[in-house]
């Protein structure tokens, strides 16, 4: 397959390549770059002509939750895997429709993330490139406590628990280093792992090359983690300076989902209880200065909104939401752009593979009229949304 007339956008250097026709070959994978006039096509080889349009790397979207329930307290930890298969491959494909060729998920019910990964491999289903956690593992009365998460306690049960999730397939591993705002009776201030629980599942991801994601609301859990080895942080609902620039300096992510503070009309849509919605809007200033501390201190930001990404959210999918929200945090366009393409590549170690337009990666793609390094909003409109050289929607 061929993809002519592109102007391909570098979301490293912000260049845009003009004429550009691109090649993918029958593995999905991008075999060439050249000028649209000096090609030469076989007659048997498909021609996309996008006609001028700018051409930008699939998105990858890294805090999902396909498995879900909301609200939250209607969740059923004995459902059927059957049922919450069904629920999340519905929502992946709607990820994968809104322009997200890949998704990183942080916990879901009964490991469906593997499953729907490893159907989608053979061709079952369209599906979005899937990274999992399998299930967050979580102390007993913790932040995960009745959403179908791995239940343990002290070193060498956290230790066990990654390594179960390891074993059923998972790419990293999820934890919860302080409560949550949707839930009654804790803080996102309040601590809720030891040093040796965090250490159990560090040793376990090291073991793996993979890595350690964490809930974190507050600043003193999130230093515990940091020098405990953990890398990827989500939410930081209280950042203070000096750990965002702990953060910084030790080459830490930090994925803000901005969302969950500023979503009221999507929360009331799936019936959150009054007191979830105000808990998460009563945060919601701080959550933006914690965020706007994490730009200053040049914390690599990613892009996840922890609901489904392609849930729409006042109009648009939740990440372009989120996407756009970061941006008018103060998070410049390319990095902004780079959050949900490039860097969310690096976070997920696939800096090789993913995330942008170059010989030997994944033929994952969308087109747009404008230029989105110009103006984010011009993602409202992807016109062509290719999966590994396969079109999930093309061009009317
Ligand atoms: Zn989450």
Same mark, same amino acid.
């Given at each position: 397959?061929?993809?002519?007339?592109?102007?391909?956008?570098?979301?490293?250097?912000?260049?845009?390549?003009?004429?550009?026709?691109?090649?993918?070959?029958?593995?999905?994978?991008?075999?060439?770059?050249?000028?649209?006039?000096?090609?030469?096509?076989?007659?048997?080889?498909?021609?996309?002509?996008?006609?001028?349009?700018?051409?930008?790397?699939?998105?990858?979207?890294?805090?999902?939750?396909?498995?879900?329930?909301?609200?939250?307290?209607?969740?059923?930890?004995?459902?059927?895997?059957?049922?919450?298969?069904?629920?999340?491959?519905?929502?992946?494909?709607?990820?994968?429709?809104?322009?997200?060729?890949?998704?990183?998920?942080?916990?879901?019910?009964?490991?469906?993330?593997?499953?729907?990964?490893?159907?989608?491999?053979?061709?079952?289903?369209?599906?979005?490139?899937?990274?999992?956690?399998?299930?967050?593992?979580?102390?007993?009365?913790?932040?995960?406590?009745?959403?179908?998460?791995?239940?343990?306690?002290?070193?060498?049960?956290?230790?066990?628990?990654?390594?179960?999730?390891?074993?059923?397939?998972?790419?990293?591993?999820?934890? !919860?280093? +302080?409560?949550? @705002?949707?839930?009654?009776?804790?803080? *996102?201030?309040?601590? $809720?792992?030891?040093? &040796? #629980?965090? %250490?159990?599942?560090?040793?376990?991801?090291?073991?793996?090359?993979?890595?350690?994601?964490?809930?974190?609301?507050?600043?003193?859990?999130?230093?515990?983690?940091?020098?405990?080895?953990?890398?990827?942080?989500?939410?930081?609902?209280?950042?203070?300076?000096?750990?965002?620039?702990?953060?910084?300096?030790?080459?830490? !992510?930090? +994925?803000?989902? @901005?969302?969950?503070?500023?979503?009221? *009309?999507?929360?009331? $849509?799936?019936?959150? &209880? #009054?007191? %979830?919605?105000?808990?998460?809007?009563?945060?919601?200033?701080?959550?933006?200065?914690?965020?706007?501390?994490?730009?200053?201190?040049?914390?690599?930001?990613?892009?996840?909104?922890?609901?489904?990404?392609?849930?729409?959210?006042?109009?648009?999918?939740?990440?372009?939401?989120?996407?756009?929200?970061?941006?008018?945090?103060?998070?410049?366009?390319?990095?902004?752009?780079?959050?949900?393409? *490039?860097?969310?590549?690096?976070?997920?170690?696939? #800096?090789?593979?993913?995330?942008?337009?170059?010989?030997?990666?994944?033929?994952?793609?969308?087109?747009?009229?404008?230029?989105?390094?110009?103006?984010?909003?011009?993602?409202?409109?992807?016109?062509?949304?290719?999966?590994?050289?396969?079109?999930?929607?093309?061009?009317?």
């Amino acid at each position: 397959m061929w993809i002519t007339n592109a102007k391909i956008v570098d979301v490293v250097t912000g260049e845009i390549g003009k004429d550009a026709a691109v090649k993918v070959d029958k593995f999905g994978l991008i075999s060439e770059i050249t000028n649209s006039t000096q090609i030469s096509i076989d007659k048997n080889e498909k021609i996309i002509d996008i006609d001028g349009r700018f051409l930008s790397p699939g998105l990858i979207s890294c805090h999902a939750h396909l498995s879900v329930v909301f609200p939250f307290s209607l969740t059923d930890e004995h459902e059927n895997p059957a049922i919450t298969a069904f629920r999340a491959a519905q929502r992946a494909a709607e990820a994968l429709k809104a322009g997200m060729t890949t998704i990183r998920c942080v916990h879901e019910q009964n490991q469906v993330d593997l499953a729907l990964r490893n159907a989608a491999k053979v061709g079952w289903f369209e599906s979005p490139r899937i990274f999992g956690a399998g299930r967050a593992i979580s102390t007993p009365t913790g932040h995960g406590e009745g959403a179908g998460c791995s239940y343990a306690k002290d070193f060498d049960g956290f230790y066990k628990a990654a390594i179960g999730e390891f074993e059923a397939g998972a790419d990293h591993i999820k934890i !919860f280093i +302080t409560g949550g @705002l949707a839930k009654a009776g804790e803080s *996102s201030d309040d601590a $809720e792992m030891t040093d &040796e #629980e965090i %250490s159990g599942v560090v040793k376990a991801a090291r073991e793996h090359d993979s890595y350690v994601v964490a809930h974190a609301g507050e600043s003193k859990a999130i230093m515990q983690a940091l020098r405990l080895g953990v890398t990827s942080f989500e939410h930081g609902y209280s950042l203070d300076g000096s750990t965002a620039e702990a953060l910084a300096g030790a080459g830490a !992510f930090l +994925t803000p989902t @901005l969302c969950v503070t500023r979503s009221e *009309s999507w929360m009331r $849509e799936k019936g959150f &209880e #009054e007191a %979830s919605i105000q808990n998460a809007l009563a945060v919601s200033d701080r959550h933006l200065q914690s965020t706007k501390n994490a730009i200053k201190a040049g914390i690599t930001l990613i892009n996840g909104t922890d609901y489904p990404p392609g849930d729409m959210v006042d109009g648009i999918p939740a990440a372009l939401h989120e996407l756009f929200l970061m941006n008018k945090a103060g998070l410049s366009t390319i990095k902004s752009f780079q959050s949900i393409t *490039s860097n969310a590549a690096l976070l997920l170690k696939q #800096e090789n593979f993913l995330g942008q337009i170059k010989p030997k990666f994944a033929g994952d793609f969308i087109a747009t009229k404008g230029n989105p390094l110009e103006d984010l909003e011009n993602l409202r409109e992807i016109d062509l949304i290719i999966k590994s050289g396969k079109i999930i929607k093309e061009i009317a």
